[in-house]
């Protein structure tokens, strides 16, 4: 029963891809409660001791792999921004569509730069710019698990250039992405394989449709309000409610 519980965790985390953080204060918050319960009447703890003890396995084998996986990223080359550079990977995941731009990030495989191609086993975070129909269209088109080519100008993400300013390359790292790649047509990305991630792109879809939803019956800051607080995507709230 355990093993089945750990190998469970085990692809929740394979086709969840939940961040290692996260999970690791859930796990040990678990345990904590576990051991806390021991401390109580056998009869009441009992029942619960059990229930938490099944979810410490399952969380355990999805911690086990997401620490397995992890790996230290880093910018691949020297010069800070390569232009028209062609990435291959799967899409990973989509962000909600924003005004003029659609942003996802792609599991690449390989980079060609020029000529020469280079292994590329790293998270990118993509953005493309297009008028609105052609984002909508792409946004429509898109799916979690396709196979992409897209040629784009890739870059590394800034640095703390200061004391106490934000680095935004650690913050990407801490989330294993490394390179980001911009491009301003649509027509850039070539979707080679239709393969789709159902798990993953089931979430997407849902989040989706709750953003139109969202979206055709509030106003703007309404619907910014409403995206930050329901879908965690805080791109569209106002500055002045986002400071307040």
Do not use: W
């Not at 870059?155 to 390179?179: Q, V």
């Amino acid at each position: 029963k355990f093993t089945l519980l750990f190998i469970s965790g085990i692809l929740l985390q394979y086709y969840g891809s939940f961040e290692h953080k996260y999970l690791l204060l859930v796990f040990i918050s678990l345990i904590a409660i576990s051991t806390a319960l021991t401390f109580l009447p056998k009869d009441f703890y009992k029942s619960y001791f059990t229930i938490a003890s099944m979810f410490s396995v399952l969380l355990f084998g999805s911690v086990m792999y997401s620490t397995a996986t992890l790996e230290k990223t880093y910018y691949p080359f020297r010069t800070p921004k390569i232009k028209s550079v062609q990435v291959f990977g799967s899409i990973g995941k989509i962000e909600l569509i924003r005004e003029g731009r659609i942003t996802f990030y792609i599991n690449s495989d390989s980079l060609r730069v020029g000529l020469k191609t280079y292994k590329s086993k790293t998270k990118i975070l993509c953005n493309i710019y297009d008028t609105q129909n052609a984002v909508d269209k792409l946004y429509n088109d898109l799916n979690v698990g396709n196979y992409a080519a897209i040629t784009s100008i890739i870059s590394r993400p800034k640095n703390t250039r200061n004391p106490y300013e934000f680095d935004y390359e650690k913050y990407l790292a801490d989330r294993n992405i490394s390179i980001l790649a911009t491009a301003y047509s649509t027509e850039n990305i070539r979707i080679d394989n239709r393969v789709v991630s159902t798990f993953k792109n089931y979430i997407h879809e849902i989040r989706k449709y709750l953003d139109n939803k969202i979206t055709s019956l509030h106003n703007k800051t309404t619907e910014g309000l409403l995206r930050g607080l329901l879908l965690a995507d805080r791109s569209g709230i106002d500055y002045n409610t986002n400071t307040d």
